[in-house]
């Protein structure tokens, strides 16, 4: 039996990775590579480079509800199960629907997950939070992507990987928060509620709108541009500096009243991930974000 190290639950260096691929413990990587703009670039991306032994987990294919009537799998959706979980650009499946898919590629709530992408983990936080939903607390971010990973020296490969046999992933109690747009509207103006919205600053403003049909946030959200939790180096900044630069930010405001958003739930989990790796979570994601919010004309816009 090969030694067991305590679970990784936020972060995993490049070093760390390998270690534990050498120690034989139960362990699935997956690549989580996306473009908005290209939907179909972060397989292509995949097939031509990935940590060895690694699966591909698509942001539209797997990691979010299907648009229209067909199901996973392309069943019918006729049962709560199939339901999505949040509304917005890209609404999240229901735990049932993720644990399906988790049951049918073969993870295990054995497993230690690691989750990647080489986007600055604007993508694979999605799948590292919605593990925590799901109730599986091993699953951490590879700090700094596959760029950290062949810096490291790591192994790589190419093509597809051997597909693993099913099992049978038990959902437990939710380890992550979700919180609705009616929970959002509900609480606004309100002490008990900070929202956090981790889009671009122009975007925020309401300057420019690429993506959604309404322009600006939240009335009284916060702007934090999530890729402001990485260094140069493409790694999150040191615990302690993200410590600051977040009391900072929410001043007397209380760290666990913080509901994370961005444009469609995404980009918005690296703030929140940011918040565990500073000591200052757990915290609520309002995955449908602003593509949901800005859909009913009757919510209220702030824009500046």
């Known amino acids: 039996m090969p030694h067991m190290t305590m679970p990784f639950t936020t972060l995993i260096?490049?070093?760390?990775?390998?270690?534990?691929?050498?120690?034989?413990?139960?362990?699935?990587?997956?690549?989580?590579?996306?473009?908005?703009?290209?939907?179909?670039?972060?397989?292509?991306?995949?097939?031509?480079?990935?940590?060895?032994?690694?699966?591909?987990?698509?942001?539209?294919?797997?990691?979010?509800?299907?648009?229209?009537?067909?199901?996973?799998?392309?069943?019918?959706?006729?049962?709560?199960?199939?339901?999505?979980?949040?509304?917005?650009?890209?609404?999240?499946?229901?735990?049932?629907?993720?644990?399906?898919?988790?049951?049918?590629?073969?993870?295990?709530?054995?497993?230690q997950a690691v989750v990647y992408d080489r986007n600055?983990?604007?993508?694979?936080?999605?799948?590292?939070?919605?593990?925590?939903?799901?109730?599986?607390?091993?699953?951490?971010?590879?700090?700094?992507?596959?760029?950290?990973?062949?810096?490291?020296?790591?192994?790589?490969?190419?093509?597809?990987?051997?597909?693993h046999f099913s099992c049978n992933f038990a959902l437990g109690a939710p380890r992550a928060r979700l919180v609705s747009v009616q929970e959002v509207l509900g609480c606004l103006g309100d002490d008990c509620q900070t929202v956090l919205d981790a889009r671009?600053?122009?975007?925020?403003?309401?300057?420019?709108?690429?993506?959604?049909?309404?322009a600006g946030h939240i009335p009284g959200a916060l702007n934090r541009p999530f890729g402001q939790n990485l260094a140069a180096d493409g790694c999150f900044k040191s615990a302690a500096q993200l410590r600051s630069e977040f009391a900072d930010l929410l001043g007397n405001r209380p760290a666990a009243s913080v509901v994370h958003q961005c444009g469609s739930g995404v980009s918005a989990i690296p703030n929140l991930l940011a918040m565990e790796v500073a000591g200052l979570g757990p915290t609520a994601l309002f995955a449908g974000s602003w593509s949901e919010w800005c859909s009913d004309p009757g919510r209220p816009v702030e824009r500046g």
């Not at 060895?52 to 392309?74: C, N, T």
């Open 120 to 163: 600055g983990a604007n993508y694979c936080g999605r799948l590292w939070w919605m593990l925590k939903w799901a109730g599986h607390e091993p699953a951490a971010v590879l700090d700094g992507g596959l760029q950290a990973w062949q810096a490291a020296g790591g192994e790589l490969a190419s093509g597809e990987e051997a597909s």
């Open 200 to 214: 671009g600053a122009p975007r925020y403003r309401g300057e420019v709108e690429p993506l959604d049909p309404v």
């Open 13 to 111: 260096s490049a070093p760390q990775l390998q270690t534990l691929m050498r120690s034989g413990q139960p362990l699935m990587v997956f690549d989580c590579s996306f473009d908005l703009g290209d939907p179909a670039l972060g397989a292509r991306q995949y097939r031509e480079l990935h940590i060895r032994g690694a699966l591909h987990a698509d942001l539209d294919k797997h990691l979010s509800a299907p648009h229209g009537a067909r199901g996973a799998y392309g069943s019918v959706v006729t049962s709560a199960a199939d339901q999505p979980a949040s509304g917005g650009r890209h609404p999240l499946p229901s735990r049932e629907r993720f644990a399906t898919w988790l049951s049918h590629i073969g993870f295990g709530n054995h497993m």
